[in-house]
């Protein structure tokens, strides 16, 4: 793995009291990985009901459940290095501690789920088919992750991420080939992820020290290997792929959020607020 220091190996959450620096780099991967599956699998579920057809309701729950099982490891590795109850740390934090990207906190579209939801299908499948694809990076860099529990993890979590990057790149090539205004709101919505698609790729202000302790290979690095994996899908739907990876609204990395996160917060953690010492 490039920018690995080789004489770095850590297997046990204990060994961290030793190397404070280290620890400090791994929380705030750990809460971007985590944060980033924790509020895209709620946005996601938001579909329930909603999705063109029922085969697809199903498949789409199916993903959710996944999303949201991969952010309760990584909030089992925080509870592990005694950062807080993984319980705690998904449902109490505030929106200005939490890391995921500003793009994965965004309503569905116009509208709310009990009441006139008038959600954009067309943003669904382009925010979480490229979520997916960099997530997909990014669980392989993971694999060889100095911290082993973390690596783990990775290997589980990659096992199923090949049906979701599946499921989302069939979705994206269908509609994106068709004509009229399935193409047309594919293409706005391609320009709408890009905006923001920045904050997904970037891994913050301590992503320097991420790289130099071997937690992960640098942002630069899986960019390029993003790029490369979405070239030729872009080539089979006689699409160029934008070179600009924006942050138009923020860097949720650095805790900068909107409105869409504290509203999704109040309503996932309704049930865990009304009795926080049950097991759920």
């Known amino acids: 793995m490039e920018g690995r220091d080789p004489a770095m190996k850590i297997t046990k959450p204990e060994e961290l009291q030793q190397h404070p ?8 991967l750990l809460f971007q990985l985590a944060d980033d599956d924790f509020i895209l699998s709620y ?5 329930l009901g909603l999705a063109p057809h029922i085969e697809e309701d199903i498949a789409f729950s199916s993903i959710n459940q996944d999303t949201m099982g991969h952010a309760a490891m990584y909030y089992q590795l925080l509870e592990d290095i005694g950062i807080g109850k ?6 109490q934090r505030p929106s200005s501690e939490r890391r995921n990207a500003i793009l994965l906190e965004e309503v569905n579209g116009p509208g709310h789920y009990l009441r006139e939801p008038r959600y954009d299908w067309a943003f669904a499948v382009v925010r979480h088919y ?17 911290y082993e529990p973390l690596a783990q993890v990775a290997v589980k979590i990659n096992m199923e991420l090949y049906y979701h990057l599946m499921h989302w790149r069939t979705w994206f090539i269908q509609l994106t080939n068709a004509q009229g205004e399935a193409r047309e709101r594919m293409k706005k919505a391609v320009v709408k992820v ?4 920045g904050g997904v790729l970037t891994l913050g202000m ?8 071997g937690l992960i290979e640098n942002e630069e690095i899986l960019k390029h290997r993003w790029i490369q994996a979405m070239q030729p899908v872009f080539a089979e739907v006689n699409l160029d792929l934008p070179s600009e990876f924006g942050m138009k609204r923020g860097n949720g990395r650095n805790g900068e959020h909107t409105a869409d996160l504290d509203e999704a917060i109040m309503t996932l953690s309704e049930v865990y ?4 010492l049950a097991t759920w």
């Not at 620096?21 to 705030?28: F, G």
């Not at 946005?43 to 579909?47: A, D, K, P, Q």
């Open 273 to 276: 607020r009304l009795d926080p």
């Open 43 to 47: 946005r996601g579920s938001e579909w």
């Open 206 to 213: 301590k992503g320097d020290r991420m790289v130099e302790f």
């Open 86 to 91: 993984a319980d705690v740390l998904a449902h």
């Open 21 to 28: 620096e280290y620890k400090e780099a791994l929380v705030e």
């Open 130 to 146: 490229f979520y997916t694809q960099a997530k997909k990076v990014r669980v392989d860099s993971l694999k060889h992750s100095s």
């Open 194 to 197: 890009f905006e923001d698609f």
